[in-house]
């Protein structure tokens, strides 16, 4: 079983900054790719940013150039660094990774969230 806890959410005013952290435990499961995505009140879950094992990143439209993702693969760790925070980026944000067991078919593991708030 893989365990993703998320850190670093919190209250920002509006074009602050918060780096948000999520570190994967449990052994045996081979992480390809690490991902953020974002559900605000009333909205569908969306992505925020992905990146792979090969520290290749894909980001949503309207998060580039704001956010940036990043990995540790030696602490089975990602990474949001958001910028210029606006109050349309208030969510629970989530960390999920997508990977396999040996032998195994592929499979994803969520994170349990963390709220970001943007207000003044």
């Known amino acids: 079983q893989v365990q993703l806890v998320e850190s670093g959410g919190g209250l920002v005013q509006p074009g602050g900054s918060l780096r948000l952290s999520c570190a994967a435990s449990?052994?045996?499961?081979?992480?390809?790719?690490m991902g953020w995505y974002r559900q605000a009140a009333g909205k569908q879950r969306e992505l925020v940013a992905t990146?792979?094992?090969?520290?290749?990143?894909n980001y949503a439209d309207s998060m580039k150039g704001r956010f940036t993702i990043s990995r540790d693969n030696a602490k089975n760790t990602v990474y949001l660094q958001m910028n210029s925070l606006k109050p349309d980026d208030t969510a629970v944000y989530y960390c999920?990774?997508?990977?396999?067991?040996?032998?195994?078919?592929?499979?994803?593991?969520w994170g349990q969230g963390t709220q970001v708030t943007v207000s003044s």
């Open positions: 999920n990774a997508f990977g396999y067991y040996s032998g195994h078919n592929y499979r994803t593991y």
């Open positions: 990146i792979t094992s090969g520290g290749y990143a």
């Open positions: 449990g052994s045996g499961f081979n992480i390809n790719t």
